[in-house]
């Protein structure tokens, strides 16, 4: 993603399962967020934070942190923004800070923002109406709340974009719109601008792979960038034909590009280097709209097909791709720049032939197309449509839970490093390690950098694998990295009375059983 349409979430930094080739070995490069939960002790109300991968099912960590300003036991969360988290107790509001952001939070008291009979409607942790009135409400470096009043706002108001929901944005302003108009709010100078000519009920924003996004409603269409500066570009439709309005068109990004369906024959590509849109009369060649059909060729990249379409161009050359070898055409779809799938067969384009050739699946493919899916039929368990081994199962078993130790963390800040000079260049980097049993491997954005980089000074030794817990009541089952390893270690020392499935502290208990297990058995 930045990674498909973009994730509506602020990431803190990212981490992601992956298989290590042949050694059965992981380690996590990426997480979704974190969630919260306010936890009610005997000694007083915690913050607990709790980390799991992308499959939403492997643990990371979980930690918790107490707040001492905060008594109420009937406190609960109210919303979480990605950055700070709104509570309501004794009648109050008030922001935390993450503690993933912010380990030094007991430096700060927690000070209350409103009272809750003062507020009338809250929107995404920033916004509160009190007496009819909009504050932008944030939170300061010094554990401060910051509160501005906006008397142009009026009535209902939505967050269109920000920050928070797109990282690559700038953080010193807010999209958004009421029931009057579509607005840029700037954050440091407490100013409200107006995008003229939009319709609030009809505005649509696209978050593009590419910049500038898209703002438009039925009859008026922007470019947005990072800055929210915004350029008006709908004249160039109506000088290339006639158009019968946005908001019927169909807006589609992806690999291959951004394009609209005008749903009269006409697809509009984008391209980035005049930042325009052109028509051009072609289909797309199945559901997933990235790649497309003009004059019976397939082409996988608007670039292409705007070639193809003028090819009196100087540059012209046919860039069509040659899906002779597909075998199931109706489902092909682009996952990395230069890399296919159909739901059945992987493919690489070869740039000569023009031809996508068949190839078999990297860990970094299989990453792309695994949901880790745990299914149980009576006595038999399957991953992913991969059953494992269940021989040594004297009852049906139960799914106790997943876990995962962090040996080689994924560092993402600007400036960050990882071993020999390996730098993260911005926010939207991504690592992946992987060890052939002997060194230990990283690539960076492998979509890009399909060559390694060799971590010479790492050990592949330690590193652990995504485990996974099973029980039949009788007995505990640990599956190491299952799609590699179909048959389960037995913790024999194990009872599984009073085990709790699901659980943090019962995971991390048999994980540390389980690796003096797995060393004995190697």
């Known amino acids: 993603m930045k990674h498909t349409i973009q994730r509506i979430i602020l990431f803190i930094f990212y981490l992601i399962f992956i298989n290590f080739a042949q050694a059965s070995q992981t380690s996590v490069c990426r997480i979704d967020s974190p969630y919260y939960d306010l936890l009610v002790e005997k000694d007083g109300i915690y913050l607990q934070e709790t980390v799991k991968a992308e499959n939403k099912i492997s643990y990371i960590s979980q930690s918790k942190i107490r707040l001492k300003e905060i008594t109420d036991k009937g406190a609960r969360i109210i919303s979480d923004d990605g950055n700070k988290i709104l509570v309501l107790s004794n009648a109050k509001y008030y922001f935390i800070p993450k503690p993933l952001y912010r380990r030094d939070i007991n430096k700060y008291e927690i000070t209350p923002l409103f009272n809750e009979n003062e507020v009338s ?105 990072k800055d929210y500066k915004y350029t008006d570009i709908t004249e160039e439709f109506n000088l290339q034909g006639k158009y019968n309005g946005f908001t019927k068109a169909e807006m589609h990004t992806n690999w291959s590009g951004d394009s609209m369906d005008t749903k009269d024959g006409l697809i509009w590509i984008w391209i980035k280097i005049f930042n325009s849109f052109k028509p051009v009369k072609a289909t797309y060649l199945n559901a997933y709209k990235d790649l497309y059909v003009y004059h019976n060729k397939v082409y996988s990249h608007n670039w292409d097909l705007q070639d193809e379409a003028d090819p009196s161009y100087p540059s012209y050359r046919d ?52 949901k880790d899916d745990i299914e149980i039929r009576e006595k038999r368990i399957f991953i992913d449509g991969q059953q494992l081994n269940t021989d040594k199962f004297q009852d049906a078993p139960i799914f106790l839970g997943s876990i995962v130790d962090i040996i080689i963390p994924c560092y993402v800040t600007v400036g960050g490093d990882i071993d020999e000079g390996i730098r993260s260049h911005s926010k939207e980097d991504y690592y992946y390690f992987f060890t052939d049993g002997k060194k230990v491997y990283a690539y960076i954005n492998p979509g890009e950098n399909q060559k390694p980089k060799v971590l010479h000074n790492v050990s592949r ?8 817990f099973f029980t039949d009541g009788k007995k505990v089952y640990a599956y190491i990295n299952p799609r590699e390893n179909q048959k389960p270690k037995v913790l024999h020392n194990v009872s599984p009375r009073n085990l709790k499935a699901n659980d943090y502290d019962t995971l991390k208990k048999l994980l540390n059983i389980l690796v003096p297990t797995a060393k004995k058995n190697d």
């Open 319 to 370: 860039r069509s791709i040659d899906i002779s070898n597909v075998k199931n055409p109706g489902e092909l779809h682009k996952i990395s720049s230069s890399e296919y799938f159909d739901n059945q067969q992987y493919y690489s384009l070869e740039e000569n032939s023009r031809r996508l050739e068949k190839k078999e699946p990297s860990a970094y493919l299989k990453l792309l197309t695994t």
């Open 461 to 468: 030794r330690n590193l652990k694998a995504k485990d996974y």
């Open 121 to 225: 409607k809250i929107v995404s942790n920033k916004f509160f109406l009190i007496s009819d009135h909009w504050y932008y409400v944030s939170y300061t470096s010094k554990g401060e709340s910051d509160k501005h009043k906006i008397p142009e706002l009026k009535g209902n108001l939505e967050i269109i974009a920000d920050s928070d929901s797109n990282n690559y944005l700038d953080n010193n302003a807010v999209l958004l719109k009421d029931g009057n108009a579509v607005y840029v709010y700037d954050i440091n100078k407490n100013k409200l601008e107006k995008i003229p000519h939009l319709t609030p009920s009809q505005t649509h924003l696209i978050q593009s792979r590419n910049t500038p996004y898209y703002l438009y409603d039925d009859d008026t269409f922007y470019l947005i960038d």
